[in-house]
């Protein structure tokens, strides 16, 4: 072999190399699943156009997200502000919309300030189980083995209760308060996200680009939190949206029953609860703060499942 033929062959070796890393790469582009584009774009113009009651659903929670934001400079009355000595217990009028409770307080005004204390402790509470369980999930799914096992069977002790029974019984033991209402939610809320994301790890990381990556060298991390993860994050946005809904209904629950939220506060559940004693003379004091509620609620899980619809399409309904 000539000096030619040995330069010749020395030069030919890292470009086969970067030949064979360009190879490699691209098959580990055409291995990650790309994401339809269009079809989304498309499924989320039938959640917003075709179908009215989605479209409702997203106008209420913009509505009740502006109130939370802004209702204090449309409110009309400091919610605060007791007058009881002409002003107990009116009926709606134009000076009151919805009327006055017990102490001459303005029931629109409370509604406006409690839907932002209501939103508030949802997001607490579900930002907090959103990454707390997503953390667990993850890392259970991932790993597996014992790991897996022991993050697991924690997370069945606190499935083993009902929801809401479980949350009662902490913040009864914490104390009433409203910050004791988020603990406690949160507790309940958290292992529900490390089931859901522990399964769609389990079923993302057998796929091929998955095993691409693995054969590559990439490092357990940089797999799950930058090329798993958000191939599973759909299914966490639907369940979040979800469960808004729920957790505003379980804080106004708890509240109602005198665990939550406390006099004076303008919370919908406190509302409710004081606004008992006086149904029969007053309809309005429970009905408004009822309404706004139900509304927030309903609102929400129409989002949630329209959601569902146009983001994962497979578990859409028939």
Not at 19 to 37: E, K, N
Not at 172 to 180: E, I, M, V
Not at 277 to 303: C, I, K, M, Q, S
């Amino acid at each position: 072999m000539t000096a030619d033929h040995l330069a010749a062959g020395q030069s030919d070796v890292p470009g086969d190399a970067n030949l064979a890393d360009l190879r490699t790469g691209a098959a580990l582009a055409h291995a990650v699943p790309q994401p339809a584009t269009n079809q989304l774009r498309r499924n989320l113009r039938r959640f917003l156009v075709g179908n009215r009651l989605n479209l409702a659903g997203v106008i209420i929670v913009l509505l009740f997200l502006l109130l939370s934001l802004f209702g204090e400079l449309i409110s009309p009355h400091d919610p605060f502000q007791q007058d009881i000595t002409g002003a107990k217990l009116l009926a709606p009028s134009w000076n009151h919309p919805m009327g006055t409770d017990e102490l001459g307080r303005d029931i629109f005004s409370r509604v406006l300030t409690g839907t932002r204390v209501s939103l508030q402790v949802a997001a607490v509470v579900l930002g907090f189980a959103v990454v707390f369980g997503t953390c667990v999930g993850a890392i259970a799914g991932y790993l597996g083995g014992w790991v897996d096992e022991v993050l697991m069977r924690i997370t069945d002790m606190f499935l083993a209760f009902p929801a809401l029974i479980l949350a009662i019984a902490i913040a009864a033991s914490l104390g009433r308060d409203l910050r004791n209402t988020m603990i406690a939610l949160s507790t309940v809320f958290w292992p529900w996200y490390a089931r859901l994301v522990r399964a769609q790890v389990l079923s993302i990381r057998e796929r091929d680009f998955v095993v691409a990556g693995q054969s590559l060298g990439l490092s357990g991390p940089r797999l799950l939190f930058r090329h798993i993860l958000p191939n599973a994050i759909s299914v966490v946005i639907i369940q979040l949206t979800l469960d808004v809904g729920y957790a505003i209904l379980s804080t106004s629950s708890l509240s109602f029953i005198g665990l939550g939220a406390q006099p004076p506060s303008p919370e919908w559940g406190t509302m409710m609860s004081t606004a008992r004693n006086y149904f029969r003379d007053a309809w309005w004091y429970t009905t408004f703060p009822g309404v706004a509620l139900t509304l927030t609620v309903f609102a929400f899980n129409v989002l949630g499942d329209g959601l569902q619809d146009a983001l994962d399409p497979r578990s859409g309904h028939q």
